[in-house]
């Protein structure tokens, strides 16, 4: 029997195989990146990059969004929806950010150990597991496993973790099962499987290079055992 990392290894391998060597968006600067992140919150990428945009036109500095009427930041964010709590959410952290620095950066970070990175956004209001991730492995070049909805989805049907673990729980679950090493392209491309194939309504098991290595498909197509196979022989 294959033990989770094993098993990790060969989903990171089949993917590579398939998708090849995925790419990262542009990448930002950290500060940049966390507020991307926010409002990347239940929107698809394209609002998101308009709402960025439409942002950083609107106000030349971070100082600038941070210290402006709140009602002023939401116009700005509205195509990235629920914008009357990503605003908020967006000037709080910059707030919290000059609290704690004296002045809006994150580069400092990148001294300090994973851990410490990470208990240190999180304690961010309206920062959680998934954007203090993304930020440290996309942005301060720090290994973490940021887990999204299709991540969750297909870990859970492959059997990369445990049925019940939630999608915060599975951060950890996932990082410890995924070299290091691999993190970026495995998240890249399990979001990729999880949009292309493993769809949350309807699977594409038919087109699906994992199915021998997974727990949803074996279920979904049982192996007649060998008493079954004798009387029928």
């Not at 002045?103 to 998934?130: C, H, M, S, T, Y």
């Not at 021998?212 to 279920?219: F, Q």
């Amino acid at each position: 029997m294959r033990s989770p990392r094993q098993l990790a290894r060969q989903v990171h391998q089949r993917l590579l195989k398939a998708y090849g060597e995925p790419t990262w968006r542009d990448p930002k600067p950290p500060v940049d990146e966390l507020v991307s992140t926010i409002l990347s919150q239940n929107t698809n990428d394209l609002n998101r990059d308009r709402a960025f945009e439409t942002l950083r036109s609107r106000f030349p500095t971070w100082d600038s969004v941070r210290d402006a009427k709140p009602s002023q930041v939401v116009r700005a964010i509205r195509v990235a929806g629920i914008a009357n709590q990503k605003g908020p959410r967006i000037q709080a952290a910059l707030r919290a950010i000059t609290d704690e620095r004296g002045r809006i950066e994150l580069d400092f970070l990148r001294k300090q150990a994973p851990e410490a990175v990470r208990e240190w956004l999180l304690q961010i209001k309206g920062v959680g597991p998934k954007t203090a991730a993304i930020v440290m492995q996309f942005a301060l070049d720090i290994p973490a496993f940021p887990v999204d909805t299709h991540i969750h989805r297909v870990s859970g049907r492959i059997g990369l973790r445990p049925p019940k673990a939630s999608r915060e729980q599975a951060h950890e679950i996932l990082a410890e099962h995924f070299a290091p090493e691999t993190y970026y392209a495995a998240h890249l491309n399990l979001i990729r499987h999880g949009r292309e194939i493993c769809k949350a309504g309807r699977p594409r098991c038919e087109q699906c290079s994992l199915t021998d290595l997974c727990d949803y498909y074996a279920r979904l197509n049982p192996k007649p055992s060998s008493a079954v196979r004798q009387s029928s022989g």
